[in-house]
T-cell receptor, first 114, second 114 residues
């Protein structure tokens, strides 16, 4: 148990659906991250939030929309996804986004887009 | 571009020490060496980090060469549960993330044999 909880654990959606991934951290951290891990590829950083403000957006398509209502919660809203968006989506947190010691990851949401 | 080079895969017998090498010949003076591992279908897990001195914790030991161009992660008594992909990462500010997050490469797939 890392203190970072992601739901749902698995998600299957059609290309016209709208769904949201949820991440919650119980560690009192100030920074949260979304990573994408496609099959056979390294983890890719998608978004970074520090104190609820987005500080990094790595050229992610607009069909992925993050939301950070407070420092403990992070969402990833999905709409009109493509089959190539099927991947493991990982949430992480750290004490802060600059001088932090380490990242704590959730178990991820395995997303399949049909 | 990954700043580190690791073997794609390694085998180790259960109960023996697993030694995982990493080359980081272009490491800067203010960059730390971090190790994470990812067990199948889970998020990455922090293992250990260091700057130039050798480090040890309850999970592993980290040996960094004097010129800091390479390092070795040592799991002293490998168990079947240590089978995972191990990532060696260099990062500035002693940080596990920062506004750029962590850049993961392909890592080493360590297989512990019974």
């Amino acid at each position: 148990e890392t203190g970072v909880t992601q739901t749902p654990r698995h998600l299957v959606m059609g290309m016209t659906n709208k769904k949201s991934l949820k991440c919650e951290q119980h560690l009192g951290h100030n920074a949260m991250y979304w990573y994408k891990q496609s099959a056979k590829k390294p983890l890719e950083l998608m978004f970074v939030y520090s104190l609820e403000e987005r500080v990094e957006n790595n050229s992610v398509p607009s069909r992925f929309s993050p939301e950070c209502p407070n420092s403990s919660h992070l969402f990833l809203h999905l709409h009109t996804l493509q089959p190539e968006d099927s991947a493991l989506y990982l949430c992480a947190s750290s004490q802060d986004a600059v001088r932090n010691e380490k990242l704590f990851f959730g178990s991820g949401t395995q997303l399949s887009v049909l | 571009d990954a700043k580190t080079t690791q073997p794609t895969s390694m085998d180790c017998a259960e109960g023996r020490a697993a030694n995982l090498p990493c080359n980081h010949s272009t490491i800067s003076g203010n960059e730390y060496v971090y190790w994470y591992r990812q067990i199948h279908s889970q998020g990455p897990q922090y293992i250990i980090h260091g700057l130039k001195n050798n480090e040890t914790n309850e999970m592993a030991s980290l040996i960094i060469t004097e010129d800091r161009k390479s390092s070795t992660l040592i799991l002293p008594h490998a168990t079947l549960r240590d089978t995972a992909v191990y990532y060696c990462i260099v990062s500035v500010l002693g940080g596990g993330g920062g506004a750029d997050g962590l850049t993961f490469g392909k890592g080493t797939h360590l297989i512990i044999q019974p």
